[in-house]
């Protein structure tokens, strides 16, 4: 609401138009819940993701910390289930810089988790795989990961789970091909 001046009358008009405007935004924000509930409140979509992306953070750190894992190293072996990238591909598809990659592919090298080999198409370039321990170990974590999420959506009606699946898939491809980065795209290199 405007404060009045001294010396005039406040502006009924101005102000109750903007006191409607304020209580329909309100209004809205608490109208529905997700569930249909009338009155329940709802974040609005920045304080929403974010304490989402904090939440299936925790779950992937959870199971990245019972193979001794770091969250970094899990994104890594996570990339690779379905793929053979080079190294500069890696570092695209981690958005990471090209050090950062070595090493996390050094350390997973050691644990026995990925290897190297040279790229037939390339004879300068690396490709990294996951090697049957690595495959192994995503396996099991993955397959936690997914009944952790089921867990989280299970609350959701399935037309809710559905329509959360196609706009996530939409947000996250726009996203890589504005990158250059083919998410569907999987390996069709020989041995793989």
Same mark, same amino acid.
């Given at each position: 609401m405007t404060p009045a001046r001294p010396d005039t009358a406040p502006d009924t008009a101005t102000d109750t138009a903007t006191d409607t405007a304020t209580d329909t935004a309100t209004d809205t924000a608490t109208d529905t819940a997700t569930d249909g509930t009338p009155g329940q409140p709802q974040l609005d979509p920045v304080d929403g993701l974010a304490q989402l992306s904090?939440?299936?953070?925790?779950?992937?750190?959870?199971?990245?910390?019972?193979?001794? $894992?770091?969250?970094? #190293?899990? &994104?890594?072996?996570? +990339?690779? *289930?379905?793929?053979? @990238?080079?190294?500069?591909?890696?570092a695209r598809l981690l958005e990471l810089d090209k050090s950062?990659?070595?090493? $996390?592919?050094?350390? #997973?090298? &050691?644990?026995?988790? +990925?290897? *190297?080999?040279?790229? @037939?198409?390339?004879?300068?370039?690396?490709?990294?795989?996951?090697?049957?321990?690595?495959?192994?170990?995503?396996?099991?974590?993955?397959e936690r990961f997914a009944a952790d999420v089921s867990a989280l959506l299970g609350p959701l009606p399935a037309r809710d789970r559905a329509a959360l699946a196609r706009i996530v898939s939409r947000l996250l491809v726009a996203h890589a091909a504005g990158r250059g980065v083919d998410l569907f795209a999987t390996t069709d290199r020989p041995g793989s």
């Open positions: 904090f939440l299936v953070t925790s779950l992937l750190e959870d199971q990245a910390a019972e193979h001794d $894992l770091s969250l970094s #190293a899990t &994104r890594l072996l996570g +990339v690779l *289930r379905d793929r053979e @990238p080079t190294m500069n591909e890696l950062s990659v070595t090493g $996390l592919v050094d350390r #997973a090298e &050691r644990r026995g988790l +990925v290897a *190297r080999a040279p790229s @037939p198409a390339d004879g300068r370039a690396v490709l990294v795989r996951l090697t049957d321990e690595g495959r192994e170990l995503m396996t099991v974590a993955a």
